[in-house]
């Protein structure tokens, strides 16, 4: 297979058009073969459910990577959106809670439970002491259990509109268990996440107030729609951030992580010794 015309990349793939409607996403060779394989699996059982995900082909391999082939979406990332319509902000946020929504619901495909990959990478952070860790998976256990679909990675850039139907892309940390969780991952990511360095500092400045906008307008909205309040969000907070310090982070986001989990300390040890 000639794979010659890239048309995208990002922090685990290459995306390829290889014509025919249809695209590859071909892995780094650093990515672990079964990475591809269980997101390949996931997207076939979503696919089959109904859910807002691209049609998934095949299982490749290319000069030692291997990659899925999926249909070819036409459209742009929500994000695309966000910056050509910077009016628009509260809208957006309120159509993002609309499709999360739709997403959180029950799932035949075999998924981990979101406390477990959760605890997993709590314990597999270097950058917390292990008496913060202890805190922090005693809590864990306390938090609400359930058994819905959890995206893991829900902001606008994995969102793609097309002409008549919207896309959710990069399914690999989809787990099963909390609405909420999920809702906290998608709160923290547009309240920390490190904007790329060679943006302008004005520009910067502008797209921190509008993710702000949309991450007001998307929990009111989500909040809204569902029987779970702002407590209900924030007790996820401290454990998926935690989590989140695993991944490839700028200094200042994770001591921003690690500034909102000394934060909710407090709250933590109150919770965990009135259960005990």
């Known amino acids: 297979m000639l794979l010659d015309n890239k048309i995208g990349q990002g922090k685990t793939a290459e995306i390829f058009d290889i014509g025919d409607n249809r695209v590859v996403k071909l892995f780094y060779k650093t990515i672990p073969l079964q990475w591809a394989e269980h997101e390949w699996q996931i997207n076939r059982t979503l696919c089959q459910e109904g859910f807002p995900v691209a049609k998934v082909y095949d299982l490749m391999e ?89 995206h893991g990675d829900f902001h606008p850039d994995n969102i793609i509109l097309s002409k008549d139907k919207v896309f959710i892309i990069d399914w690999m940390t989809a787990t099963k268990g909390s609405s909420c969780a999920d809702v906290a991952r998608t709160a923290l990511l547009l309240n920390l996440a490190e904007l790329p360095a060679d943006i302008p500092a004005i520009l910067k400045v502008l797209m921190k107030f509008m993710r702000s906008q949309i991450r007001h307008a998307y929990m009111k909205r989500y909040i809204q729609l569902t029987d779970c309040s702002i407590t209900d969000i924030q007790q996820w907070e401290a454990p998926v951030a935690a989590a989140r310090l695993v991944e490839r982070l700028s200094i200042s986001e994770r001591q921003a992580i690690i500034r909102l989990i000394e934060r909710k300390r407090s709250y933590m040890e109150k919770i965990t010794a009135s259960k005990s």
Not at 91 to 111: F, N, P, S, V, Y
Request: contains cysteine; glycine residues 6%; charged residues 35%.
């Open 62 to 150: 290319h000069e030692g990577r291997k990659g899925i082939i999926y249909e070819r979406i036409v459209g742009e990332p929500l994000l695309q959106r966000v910056v050509r319509n910077p009016w628009k902000v509260r809208r957006i946020g309120r159509m993002m809670a609309e499709l999360h929504l739709q997403i959180h619901r029950k799932t035949d495909c075999d998924l981990p439970l979101i406390k477990d990959d959760l605890s997993q990478r709590i314990l597999h952070t270097d950058l917390l002491d292990d008496d913060i860790k202890g805190l922090l998976l005693d809590f864990l256990r306390e938090l609400p259990s359930e058994s819905v679909l959890c």
